[in-house]
């Protein structure tokens, strides 16, 4: 593990991501999931969906978290989406299949300020 500050404040982002998509009642299937074209931050489903969530983390005064999100990032995470659906055959069947975009935003001494999460964001 890194012991780049960006890359601790990446993680942090990650878990809250992650205790928020619980939360709300999905099981986490998968996290960090590295594929040639990059790594899906979250995969999450339940009985009904199941979730491919992207999670971008700022402090404030920089960006948006949430404008990070650009079209061909969006194209590289539906490709990654699919290389975890192959990669997992016996998954079982889900009705929806939806890309999630979680904002995550620390003030300067680390203090969660926002958690936005943007169902069906692309």
């Known amino acids: 593990m890194s012991d780049d500050p960006r890359h601790q404040l990446?993680?942090?982002?990650?878990?809250?991501?992650?205790?928020?998509?619980?939360?709300r009642g999905l099981a986490l299937l998968a996290?960090?999931?590295?594929?040639?074209?990059?790594?899906?931050?979250i995969v999450a489903g339940d009985e009904r969906r199941l979730?491919?969530?992207?999670v971008k983390t700022r402090r404030v005064g920089s960006?948006?978290?949430?404008?990070g999100l650009r079209e061909s990032q969006q194209r590289r995470?539906?490709?990654?989406?699919?290389?975890?659906?192959a990669d997992q055959p016996n998954r079982g069947f889900?009705?929806?299949?939806?890309?999630?975009?979680?904002?995550?935003?620390?003030?300067?001494?680390?203090r969660l300020v926002e958690l936005e999460h943007l169902e069906g964001a692309f």
Request: hydrophobic fraction near 40%.
């Open 63 to 67: 960006s948006q978290p949430l404008e």
């Open 77 to 85: 995470i539906r490709k990654m989406a699919l290389a975890w659906l």
């Open 10 to 23: 990446g993680r942090l982002g990650e878990q809250l991501a992650a205790a928020h998509l619980e939360r």
């Open 31 to 41: 996290r960090n999931y590295r594929t040639r074209w990059g790594e899906l931050d």
């Open 51 to 54: 979730v491919f969530c992207e």
């Open 94 to 110: 889900a009705p929806e299949l939806r890309f999630d975009a979680i904002g995550v935003t620390f003030d300067p001494t680390g």
